[in-house]
């Protein structure tokens, strides 16, 4: 009985083991993999920044025509 109990023990640590072993293989892909999303990602990030600080400055030249028209008119700019 005592043997029996010994040589499962055994079996399920070598099974244990190489499961083990098979996901610490697979954690290198994983890990490369999810540095590759990161970087598409912190890309797409990066070029909407780029188009959001464009529409922001496209506004801020729009407004700042705005108001020497609005100036030039007599009108009142400032609120």
């Known amino acids: 009985m005592r043997k029996n109990f010994t040589v499962t023990l055994l079996l399920l640590a070598i099974f244990a083991a190489t499961l083990c072993s098979a996901k610490a293989q697979n954690a290198p892909t994983q890990l490369v993999s999810a540095v590759n999303e990161l970087k598409q990602q912190q890309a797409q990030i990066a070029d909407n920044q ?5 529409k922001i400055a496209d506004l801020v030249e729009t ?3 705005a108001r020497i028209f609005m100036s030039r008119a007599g009108g009142k700019h400032k609120p």
């Open 63 to 65: 407004i700042r025509v």
């Open 50 to 54: 780029t188009k959001i600080d464009s």
